[in-house]
């Protein structure tokens, strides 16, 4: 039975994260597993590497294969350089004190490394976060600009015409001034004095007062006639019969009193005739 140290796959579509183990090589990818070595993200930058070093380095030891990623991990994390290391010793070629002095030197410069990487990029972020706000100032600016230069054709054609006044007109200013001196000359001529004010209004006082006395006057005229009116729609109450025997009543005197006054025209006629 071959014995392989691979990555299990974990998490969800996207965002993925993977454990090494050492799982037999018949297995599935995400199926049973001998060990559990580390864990490994490679979302993060820089990776986020976490794996159990001696039990790792156990493995490597008795000649477990290895899958391309999972080589290159154990590399990044010095699991094959302390490896080549111990062969060395068994080789007679080294001595665990310059092992260890190797592996600490080693691993000292790998973190330099990485620490370096993470200023590196902490510093590009910083530097990008300026640059984009300066982008937007200066985009900021840019529109204001913009809204400025609209707005200002209008201030110009003002200006322009202001100036083109100023020197094409040929009228002097003395004569504008005196031209405004005839005209107030000639509103005060207008203005009615304080008399004639006081004059006028008593007119229209007297005035007013005389369409007041007519009025009365008018309105007591009117006054007897209508209680006239109401005395006689009071008497008007006698039945058809005596309404008619007074119509022929009146038709009769009418009759007779054209006689009696042709008497009087005849007496008349005949008094100067005796007295000549």
Do not use: C
Not at 41 to 58: C, G, H, K, Q, S
Not at 122 to 129: G, P, Q, S, V, Y
Not at 153 to 163: F, G, K, L, N
């Amino acid at each position: 039975m071959a014995t392989r140290i691979r990555l299990q796959r974990h998490g969800k579509k996207g965002n993925p994260f993977f454990h090494l183990v050492a799982a037999d090589s018949r297995a599935k990818r995400d199926g049973k597993f001998i060990e559990k070595l580390g864990i490994y993200n490679p979302t993060a930058n820089p990776a986020f590497i976490d794996i159990n070093f001696e039990n790792t380095l156990a493995w490597v030891q008795k000649g477990a294969e290895m899958s391309d990623t999972a080589r290159a991990i154990l590399s990044y994390k010095g699991v094959l350089f302390k490896n080549h290391l111990l062969n060395g010793v068994r080789k007679g070629a080294l001595t665990l004190d310059q092992v260890e002095e190797k592996f600490t030197k080693w691993l000292s410069e790998k973190e330099a490394k990485i620490q370096g990487k993470k200023d590196g990029l902490a510093k590009n972020a910083k530097a990008e976060k300026i640059a984009k706000l300066k982008a937007e100032q200066d985009s900021n600016a840019a529109k204001a600009l913009s809204i400025a230069e609209k707005n200002a054709p209008r201030a110009e054609a003002t200006d322009e015409i202001v100036v083109e006044i100023t020197e094409d007109s040929s009228v002097d200013i003395t004569e504008v001034v005196a031209q405004e001196e005839l005209v107030a000359d000639d509103l005060v001529a207008e203005t009615p004095t304080l008399e004639e004010s006081t004059e006028s209004s008593a007119e229209v006082v007297e005035e007013l007062n005389a369409e007041e006395v007519v009025a009365e006057s008018v309105e007591e005229a009117q006054a007897p006639t209508a209680e006239l009116s109401e005395d006689v729609s009071i008497a008007e109450a006698p039945n058809v019969y005596q309404e008619t025997e007074e119509t022929t009543e009146s038709a009769s005197e009418v009759a007779e009193e054209p006689s009696s006054e042709e008497t009087d025209a005849e007496g008349q006629t005949e008094e100067p005739s005796s007295e000549a």
